[in-house]
Nanobody, 124 residues
Framework: QRLLVESGGGSVQAGGSLRLSCAVRVDTASRSSLAWFRQNPGKEREGVATIDNAGNTVYQDSVKGRFTISQDNDQNTLYLQMNSLKHEDTAMYYC??????????????????WGLGTQVTVSS
């Protein structure tokens, strides 16, 4: 049984929107934060946004004002609303869960649980 399952990826034109979802089966005792990361072939995985159990959020500068991370009340589903998409947002997007240190919440090595990813392609 996979603990994190992403969905909602696809192809969209620049300026469009997509909403990613992640079904979370990681016990809340094993995680303090959920996050979205993205990666392109040959490049490092980068943190996009994170939300902790109290609802505090952190965003990568390049997505501020365009992306919104949220979770449902029972914290079993994670979302990423992506608006005003740009070609450079194209990547495989991953859902992650873990107990990151406060100053490192967008660093992938702080997360121990990962989904398999969902592809987002933005055409210019």
């Amino acid at each position: 049984q996979r603990l994190l399952v992403e969905s909602g990826g696809g192809s969209v034109q620049a300026g469009g929107s997509l909403r990613l979802s992640c079904a979370v089966r990681v016990d809340t005792a094993s995680r303090s934060s959920l996050a979205w990361f993205r990666q392109n072939p040959g490049k490092e995985r980068e943190g996009v946004a994170t939300i902790d159990n109290a609802g505090n959020t952190v965003y990568q500068d390049s997505v501020k004002g365009r992306f919104t991370i949220s979770q449902d009340n029972d914290q079993n589903t994670l979302y990423l609303q992506m608006n005003s998409l740009k070609h450079e947002d194209t990547a495989m997007y991953y859902c992650a869960a873990g107990r990151p240190r406060w100053s490192r919440r967008l660093m992938d090595r702080e997360y121990g649980y990962w989904g398999l990813g969902t592809q987002v392609t933005v055409s210019s």
